[in-house]
């Protein structure tokens, strides 16, 4: 059996769903649908009346892109928010440039030259992905 989430949780958790929801750009009823379940279980998430069960959190976890205990209990990135799954590629990215640098201070020329192609086709994806997103913000 799980255990029972606190007030802060609860509403911490329906904070997350919405979040995600709202990131991947579903609404309530398309998210109940990919889901297996009704809109008005989404609602009663959102809303804090209800905790999803495990099968839900799981579901909901994998559509964000992080662990089932990562989505239900909360995986905060510096500023205080779900990492939404653009931010990923981001910090990809990143992970790269570091590994990349490390590869290069130790010598390692054939580690080097693999992670500087991923590091090159990451950020060309992500500099594609950037006019498409900024089109589709003005829209709306």
């Given at each position: 059996m799980r255990e029972r989430e606190t007030g802060n949780e609860l509403a911490a958790l329906a904070a997350r769903i919405k979040a995600l929801r709202r990131t991947v750009r579903l609404s309530q009823t398309q998210l109940a649908q990919r889901l297996g379940t009704r809109q008005s279980?989404?609602?009663?998430?959102?809303?804090?009346?209800?905790?999803?069960?495990?099968?839900?959190?799981?579901?909901?976890?994998?559509?964000?892109?992080?662990?089932a205990a990562q989505f239900r209990y909360?995986?905060?990135?510096?500023?205080?928010?779900?990492?939404?799954?653009?931010?990923?590629?981001?910090?990809?990215?990143?992970?790269?440039?570091v590994a990349l640098k490390m590869a290069r201070n130790s010598d390692q020329?054939?580690?080097?030259?693999?992670?500087?192609?991923?590091?090159?086709?990451?950020l060309r994806e992500e500099n594609a992905e950037s006019p498409k997103?900024?089109?589709?913000?003005k829209k709306f």
């Amino acid at each position: 059996m799980r255990e029972r989430e606190t007030g802060n949780e609860l509403a911490a958790l329906a904070a997350r769903i919405k979040a995600l929801r709202r990131t991947v750009r579903l609404s309530q009823t398309q998210l109940a649908q990919r889901l297996g379940t009704r809109q008005s279980v989404v609602s009663r998430w959102e809303k804090g009346k209800h905790i999803p069960d495990d099968i839900f959190i799981e579901k909901l976890a994998e559509l964000s892109g992080l662990s089932a205990a990562q989505f239900r209990y909360g995986k905060e990135d510096g500023g205080g928010g779900l990492i939404p799954r653009t931010a990923w590629g981001r910090r990809l990215t990143d992970h790269l440039a570091v590994a990349l640098k490390m590869a290069r201070n130790s010598d390692q020329r054939d580690v080097a030259g693999t992670l500087s192609i991923l590091l090159e086709k990451c950020l060309r994806e992500e500099n594609a992905e950037s006019p498409k997103r900024e089109r589709r913000n003005k829209k709306f």
